[in-house]
């Protein structure tokens, strides 16, 4: 059974940073290609970040492009969100989803597995 579990989010005011975590349980990291979407208040979940499933390339929104990075170690089967420069604009739940594709991209339908959320508030 495979499990994501997100960690990380939390309230911080404008230009701060965040570090989002996602550890995959249940089947190696290797075995994934690791995306990051978001949900802000009343709205539609939404494309953020993603990597292919070796982790040599990356692909972003053009919200977070240059602020977000996104990056995993297989050894701790952990993939991670580094948000810099944060706005309140990013204000979502933040969720982490696995996919069996080598790149998905931006597609929520290719995502296998999702995580729980975590909240991420950026004040004024």
């Known amino acids: 059974q495979v499990q994501l579990v997100e960690s990380g989010g939390g309230l911080v005011t404008d230009e701060e940073t965040l570090r989002l975590s996602c550890v995959v349980s249940g089947r190696p990291l290797n075995s994934f290609a690791m995306g990051w979407f978001r949900q802000p208040p009343g709205e539609a979940r939404e494309f953020v970040a993603a990597g292919n499933r070796d982790g040599s390339a990356s692909f972003y929104s053009e919200s977070v492009k240059g602020r977000f990075n996104i990056s995993r170690d297989n050894a701790k089967n952990t993939a991670t969100l580094q948000m810099n420069n944060l706005k309140p604009e990013d204000t979502a739940i933040y969720f982490c989803?696995?996919?069996?594709?080598?790149?998905?991209?931006?597609?929520?339908?290719?995502?296998?597995?999702w995580g729980q959320g975590t909240q991420v508030t950026v004040s004024p």
């Open positions: 989803a696995a996919s069996g594709y080598y790149n998905p991209g931006d597609r929520s339908e290719r995502y296998d597995y």
